[in-house]
């Protein structure tokens, strides 16, 4: 099956910087790649996804990479908030597949 | 609202106790999952139904019986728990199974078991 890993586990960043969180998967299958926010006690919420069709896709302060090559995707995070403190969470999945496979999170907390 | 609906919020059940956790969309998909998130752990994906038929089982405890009578609707049902069960556990549904939609999650029910 997929094994997705995702770096680093907790990220601090100054409020205007930047963050950027990595995640690889093994499935060459695989072929979306959505990345999800979950903030303190509420539910995991789609924030942007790629496909493997596609390179790079931005959205405002939000960016996602895809290096199908060396299967790894990231995402970018520009001049940060502290409304963008919480736990990031991106998975895989493939077509042929039946479920979706989740990185381990990665805790961002932005500093004011 | 995302349209995944979870009831109840909080439970807090004793370990001989019997519950059921509920879980409902009205967006049309066709599968639903059970996730279990604890304290600084990844989630944990523990049930996949696709059309209603269960497709993944993924070593998951006999205390812990899930229920899908329709595409819409899904249980978990629980008994005998054990402490360290204690957990939200985040129910959610995407169009088809393993294909490049979203999954929409619901609110979680946070568990305690005593």
């Not at chain 2, 600084?40 to 089982?57: A, G, I, R, S």
């Not at chain 2, 812990?64 to 609707?73: A, L, Q, V």
Request: with cysteine; proline share 5%.
């Amino acid at each position: 099956g997929e094994n997705v890993e995702q770096h680093p586990s907790t990220l601090s960043v100054q409020e205007g910087d930047s963050a950027v969180i990595k995640c690889t998967y093994s499935d060459s299958a695989s072929n979306y790649f959505p990345w999800y926010k979950q903030e303190l006690g509420k539910r995991p919420q789609l924030i942007i996804d790629i496909r493997s069709n596609v390179g790079e896709k931005k959205d405002q302060r939000i960016a996602v990479t895809l290096n199908k090559t060396a299967k790894h995707f990231s995402l970018h995070i520009t001049e940060t908030q502290p409304e963008d403190s919480a736990v990031y969470f991106c998975a895989a999945t493939a077509s042929t597949g039946n479920q979706f496979y989740f990185g381990t999170g990665t805790s961002l907390t932005v500093i004011p | 609202e995302t349209g995944v609906t979870q009831t109840p919020r909080h439970l807090v059940m004793g370990m001989t106790n019997k519950k059921s956790l509920k879980c409902e969309q009205h967006l049309g998909h066709n599968a639903m999952y059970w996730y279990k998130q604890s304290a600084k752990k990844p989630l944990e994906l523990m049930f996949v139904y696709n059309f209603k038929e269960q497709t993944e089982n993924n070593s998951v405890p006999s205390r812990f019986s899930p229920e899908c009578p329709n595409s819409s609707h899904l249980f978990l049902h629980l008994h005998t728990l054990q402490p360290e069960d204690s957990a939200l556990y985040l129910c959610a549904s995407s169009l088809y199974p393993g294909t490049n939609t979203e999954a929409f999650f619901g609110q979680g029910t946070r568990l305690t078991v005593v």
